[in-house]
């Protein structure tokens, strides 16, 4: 860094373009503030609290900010772009101290260079992003997500001004929140939005690193990754088990053809479900040769249903009596054994209907792109 770049907050020797002015009156607490973090990627990044978020952001835009991929604003610290930096960081001086509106010099580490830091080091791609919560409420929307409890505690009981958010690619989502007490940070799991409530399944609980990325993947990929696994197979394993016995009162011998459509369309929720389960089994449990031969069966029968009857995988039976009186009740069974504290879909109360959970307005999902962005 060639210059101490805060010193240019209190510079106002240069011309400020025309803005519309915010006159505080006498004794009135700041209604916004400004937090300035030093981030290795993207230079100086300005995240913003209070009601006056809109005001904090025209002031950084006149400014001379950038605008990041995320919605944020930032100058860059290398390059040729210095002196640029330099005036922009006068001007929002001269603003934000007319304004009355707080200026931080932030030396925590940037909650968006711990996470794409974190990223690198943990298994598979994972794409980041930060969400800034200007006001409490905004905050609540991650809460509404969060599935990891710990977590879910600190964001009902603590204001958390900012949170990063990890997806992979097969769709597990994590979010990293700064302890609001400590230089660390906590990392949960957001609940899978394909997936039904389900009081009898153990949350993920959430993991507490401290800022060095390396470290706090181990604890997150031996920890927090494997318990997100069990909780969704424990989840699956459920709903495939109530598909299950609600399909076998519903079939007879003496069923009409063509089958009914809730009949189908229970079949179907296995067959797309299978396959995932039958690589969670395979991940989570301790296998003998036969078993992973019945996984390797369900998974080629589910996957290629057409295929001709006379390939030595596929059952000599109708698909949905495999299913009924074979297939089904070792997929449980297998599925079970890799969540030992599992318990029975029947001792729950009923699920809602697909049609219930889509009548349902959730709040947004983080990430979402926000007007205010």
């Given at each position: 860094?060639?210059?101490?770049?805060?010193?240019?907050?209190?510079?106002?020797?240069?011309?400020?373009?025309?803005?519309?002015?915010?006159?505080?009156?006498?004794?009135?607490?700041?209604?916004?503030?400004?937090?300035?973090?030093?981030?290795?990627?993207?230079?100086?990044?300005?995240?913003?609290?209070?009601?006056?978020?809109?005001?904090?952001?025209?002031?950084?835009?006149?400014?001379?900010?950038?605008k990041t991929a995320d919605g944020h604003r930032c100058l860059p610290l290398k390059g040729g772009d210095l002196g640029r930096t330099r005036d922009a960081l006068r001007v929002l001086g001269?603003?934000?101290?007319?304004?009355?509106?707080?200026?931080?010099?932030?030396?925590?580490?940037?909650?968006?260079?711990?996470?794409?830091?974190l990223a690198e080091y943990l298994p598979g791609q994972w794409d980041v992003w930060v969400e800034s919560y200007a006001i409490q409420t905004w905050q609540g929307d991650l809460a509404a997500?969060?599935?990891?409890?710990?977590?879910?505690?600190?964001?009902?009981?603590?204001?958390?001004?900012?949170?990063?958010?990890?997806?992979?690619?097969?769709?597990?989502?994590?979010?990293?929140?700064?302890?609001?007490?400590?230089?660390?940070?906590?990392?949960?799991?957001?609940?899978?939005?394909?997936?039904?409530?389900?009081?009898?399944?153990?949350?993920?609980?959430?993991?507490?690193?401290?800022?060095?990325?390396?470290?706090?993947?181990?604890?997150?990929?031996?920890?927090?990754?494997?318990?997100?696994?069990?909780?969704?197979?424990?989840?699956?394993?459920?709903?495939?088990?109530?598909?299950?016995?609600?399909?076998?009162?519903?079939?007879?011998?003496?069923?009409?053809?063509?089958?009914?459509?809730?009949?189908?369309?229970?079949?179907?929720?296995?067959?797309?479900?299978?396959?995932?389960?039958?690589?969670?089994?395979?991940?989570?449990?301790?296998?003998?040769?036969?078993?992973?031969?019945?996984?390797?069966?369900?998974?080629?029968?589910?996957?290629?249903?057409?295929?001709?009857?006379?390939?030595?995988?596929?059952?000599?039976?109708?698909?949905?009596?495999?299913?009924?009186?074979?297939?089904?009740?070792?997929?449980?069974?297998?599925?079970?054994?890799?969540?030992?504290?599992?318990?029975?879909?029947?001792?729950?109360?009923?699920?809602?209907?697909?049609?219930?959970?889509?009548?349902?307005?959730?709040?947004?999902?983080?990430?979402?792109?926000?007007?205010?962005?």
């Open positions: 860094m060639t210059f101490h770049w805060i010193d240019a907050l209190t510079t106002p020797e240069i011309d400020v373009p025309a803005f519309p002015a915010r006159s505080p009156s006498p004794g009135e607490d700041p209604a916004g503030e400004i937090s300035l973090f030093t981030s290795s990627r993207d230079g100086i990044v300005a995240l913003v609290a209070g009601k006056d978020w809109r005001w904090a952001h025209t002031a950084l835009d006149t400014a001379g900010f950038s001269v603003l934000t101290q007319m304004a009355g509106v707080p200026v931080i010099a932030n030396t925590k580490v940037y909650i968006g260079d711990f996470a794409r830091d997500w969060m599935w990891s409890p710990s977590l879910t505690a600190t964001l009902d009981q603590h204001r958390v001004p900012r949170a990063a958010l990890l997806k992979h690619s097969d769709g597990v989502e994590l979010a990293v929140i700064e302890d609001p007490t400590a230089d660390r940070f906590h990392v949960g799991t957001l609940h899978p939005k394909d997936l039904f409530a389900d009081g009898l399944v153990t949350p993920p609980a959430g993991v507490t690193v401290a800022p060095e990325p390396a470290f706090a993947a181990v604890d997150i990929s031996s920890r927090l990754l494997p318990a997100y696994a069990r909780a969704v197979l424990h989840y699956q394993v459920n709903a495939l088990e109530e598909d299950l016995d609600w399909a076998r009162s519903a079939r007879s011998d003496a069923a009409p053809d063509p089958l009914p459509t809730a009949l189908v369309e229970a079949f179907a929720r296995f067959s797309d479900a299978a396959p995932r389960i039958c690589t969670a089994v395979r991940q989570l449990a301790a296998l003998t040769e036969d078993e992973r031969a019945t996984l390797l069966r369900i998974n080629d029968v589910v996957a290629a249903p057409a295929i001709s009857p006379d390939a030595p995988a596929i059952p000599r039976v109708n698909p949905v009596d495999w299913w009924l009186k074979e297939a089904g009740d070792s997929l449980i069974a297998l599925a079970r054994r890799a969540v030992p504290d599992a318990e029975p879909a029947t001792a729950k109360p009923d699920r809602p209907s697909l049609g219930t959970a889509a009548a349902l307005s959730p709040p947004p999902r983080p990430g979402t792109p926000r007007a205010h962005r």
